[in-house]
């Protein structure tokens, strides 16, 4: 799942702006204003949280290892 969401994310938010540069040219057409483009606007804006809390997520769990790594690293060096 890691690493489908961002991908997924990319596609759609390239299909969405795709869908508003025709929807520019040829507005009769109504790519911007259906309910395909509407759920995959949804699906992309719901992906992005997912996507953005587990990289919240990650850079927490890094930030504490390396703490834990610097913490060992000077206990160590201590002199006896």
Same mark, same amino acid.
């Given at each position: 799942m890691r690493k489908l969401f961002p991908h997924a994310t990319i596609i759609i938010a390239a299909m969405y702006l795709v869908f508003f540069v025709i929807d520019r040219f040829n507005e009769p057409m109504a790519f911007v204003n259906n309910r395909m483009t509407k759920d995959l606007l949804? !699906?992309?804006?719901?992906?992005?949280?997912?996507? &953005?809390? !587990?990289?919240?997520?990650?850079?927490?769990?890094? &930030?504490?290892?390396?703490r834990k790594k610097r913490k060992r690293s000077t206990t160590s060096d201590a002199p006896r």
């Amino acid at each position: 799942m890691r690493k489908l969401f961002p991908h997924a994310t990319i596609i759609i938010a390239a299909m969405y702006l795709v869908f508003f540069v025709i929807d520019r040219f040829n507005e009769p057409m109504a790519f911007v204003n259906n309910r395909m483009t509407k759920d995959l606007l949804l !699906a992309m804006c719901a992906m992005s949280v997912v996507n &953005a809390v !587990a990289l919240i997520r990650y850079d927490r769990e890094e &930030a504490r290892r390396r703490r834990k790594k610097r913490k060992r690293s000077t206990t160590s060096d201590a002199p006896r």
